[in-house]
């Protein structure tokens, strides 16, 4: 079975970036998270969007600078 959530540890390795930066992403909703009793856990696809967001903006930007 597919796993749907993510410790921050293992969602943080998964976007190569630090832990608290990811906590960082987490604070202002730019990735959602959800708390299960004391644990955070990050769904994937909340990575999956914050990904497909970052490139859609790459793009839109890569467009203008044409």
Not at 21 to 33: E, N
Not at 34 to 50: N, Q, T
Request: glycine fraction near 4%; charge should be neutral.
């Amino acid at each position: 079975m597919t796993r749907l959530l993510l410790t921050v540890p293992e969602a943080a390795e998964a976007l190569a970036i630090s832990r608290s930066k990811l906590y960082q992403l987490i604070a202002p909703g730019l990735i959602r998270s959800v708390r299960i009793d004391g644990s955070r856990r990050v769904p994937v696809e909340a990575l999956e969007i914050y990904v497909s967001q970052l490139l859609d903006r790459l793009e839109s930007a890569d467009a203008t600078a044409s």
